[in-house]
């Protein structure tokens, strides 16, 4: 979902190089992309080619219609979903997401209803969007449960106005701003990752121009963590 802006492009680049050199010794990573990804890079603690990886990074979908669109925020949640579902089956390490995007202008319980589909997706009570909002609220609810943070951050920066540079088919005449993005619109795409982020017990870092130097806050976040347990006095009853 990178826009086609030189400067986006830049500094989303610049957040995934900031995580690679936040890398504790031991630490694996694993790169993957949502338009292309014929060359991900798997689970490796080489620097260099998790860096070589980020290289790869390229513009997101390009919006020939609305559809287009759709289809490549769908893509964007269903990579998201299969990279906490994957790290939820290991609970054995330490884990969690890293997801560099600008965002999805919908609040997070609007999502599947609106992408549930190419069919009719305006539609609340259809079957498809109702399933498709249950699984991705499972998917982030467990994820807070078995320590599996998301962390949505944005390499959009701060949105002013400006002239119009939208396709009217696919966005309508209001799409104004940075990157072909309203204020408006950006505002919605960083309330969504904060939304999202919050349920999988981690944060968004949004509106800044230097979303790269906040990048250390996440390790530092998740360098300490703890298992809670007790002996229950008696036996449970349902």
Do not use: C
């Given at each position: ?17 900031r995580a690679i050199s936040a890398l504790g010794r031991g630490d694996l990573a694993s790169i993957v992309f949502t338009k292309d ?127 119009p540079i939208a396709n009217p088919e696919v966005f309508g005449v209001a799409r104004v701003g940075f990157g072909g993005i309203a ?56």
């Amino acid at each position: 979902l990178i826009p086609g802006d030189p400067f986006i492009l830049k500094t989303a680049r610049a957040i995934a190089n900031r995580a690679i050199s936040a890398l504790g010794r031991g630490d694996l990573a694993s790169i993957v992309f949502t338009k292309d990804n014929r060359l991900p890079q798997d689970f490796t603690a080489d620097r260099q080619r998790l860096l070589a990886a980020i290289r790869r990074l390229d513009y997101g979908f390009e919006p020939g219609t609305r559809v287009d669109w759709q289809y490549g925020q769908l893509r964007s949640l269903d990579t998201l979903k299969s990279a906490v579902e994957f790290l939820r089956s290991v609970p054995e390490f330490r884990s969690m997401v890293i997801w560099v995007t600008p965002g999805i202008p919908d609040a997070v319980d609007a999502i599947a209803p609106k992408f549930a589909g190419l069919g009719p997706v305006d539609l609340p009570g259809h079957e498809t969007d109702f399933s498709l909002f249950q699984s991705l609220t499972r998917a982030f609810g467990e994820a807070r449960a078995s320590g599996v943070p998301v962390y949505g951050i944005s390499p959009l920066g701060l949105v002013a106005e400006s002239m119009p540079i939208a396709n009217p088919e696919v966005f309508g005449v209001a799409r104004v701003g940075f990157g072909g993005i309203a204020p408006r619109e950006a505002n919605a795409m960083a309330t969504m990752l904060q939304q999202l982020s919050l349920t999988t017990g981690g944060h968004a870092i949004v509106q800044t121009n230097a979303p790269a130097d906040r990048v250390g806050e996440v390790f530092e976040e998740n360098a300490v963590h703890y298992t809670i347990g007790y002996d229950a006095p008696r036996d449970m009853i349902d």
